[in-house]
Structure formats: C-alpha cells, structure tokens
C-alpha cells in the first residue's frame, strides 16, 4: 500500500484544518489511519477507517476530529476542528490488517506516508 499525505499547515487555535491522503494498493482487509507525532513524544493513535466503513476515533479527539474516505477517488480525509496547541505534530496516514482488538496500536500499521506537519498556534 502506497500512501500520501497533505493538508498540513499553519492555524490559529481554535481553527481548523482538513488533512487529505492518497492511497493505493489497499484491499478490502486493509485498515487505513491517521497517526501523529508530536516533538519528543511517541506515535500516536488518532483515527482509523476499516473498508467496511466503521470508524475509530481516539478519545483524545472524538468531539474535534472526523475521518472519512473517498473510494471513488482512493482519498482517506481526517477533518480537524477547534484545534489545540497540543494538535501541533506531524500526522502520518498508514495502512495495515490489524485485528479489531489493535485498531488503535500504532505498531499494527505496517504502511506509512511521509507525513504532513500541523502548527497549532496559541
């Protein structure tokens, strides 16, 4: 699976932001997702969309952050709003076949993109 981020930036707290990424390769037994990197701190989970179309949203953001996904274009989406400071990071899309029980492990995502940086200014 190929993947490419964009949509990072620069926003004011409060703002808002739409991270789009390409995808190729994924077949109906892979999960796609968004994770982050802020400085100095480990990966984390944000968000991911199974090809059923369920999706799971870290509680850390679940009232400011949706994704979704276009089939028809191969574009996964994570919608961010009321943004933070502590959104600040780079946020990599990712695919892999995790089991439901590690949806939100970080280390069952075996594709990366390269990332794209968000800047949440106070």
């Known amino acids: 699976v190929q993947l490419q981020a964009s949509g990072g930036g620069l926003v004011q707290a409060g703002g808002s932001l739409r991270l789009s990424c390409g995808v190729s390769?994924?077949?109906?037994?892979?999960?796609t997702a968004w994770i982050r990197q802020a400085p100095g701190k480990e990966r984390e989970f944000v968000a991911a969309i199974r090809w059923s179309g369920h999706t799971y949203i870290s509680d850390s953001v679940k009232d400011r952050f949706s994704i979704s996904e276009d089939k028809a274009k191969n574009i996964m989406y994570l919608e961010m709003n009321r943004l933070k400071p502590e959104d600040t990071a780079v946020y990599y899309c990712a695919a892999g076949r995790p089991p439901l029980s590690n949806i939100r492990q970080t280390a069952s995502y075996t594709s990366w993109g390269q990332g794209t940086q968000v800047t949440v200014s106070s």
């Open positions: 390769g994924r077949t109906s037994s892979h999960t």
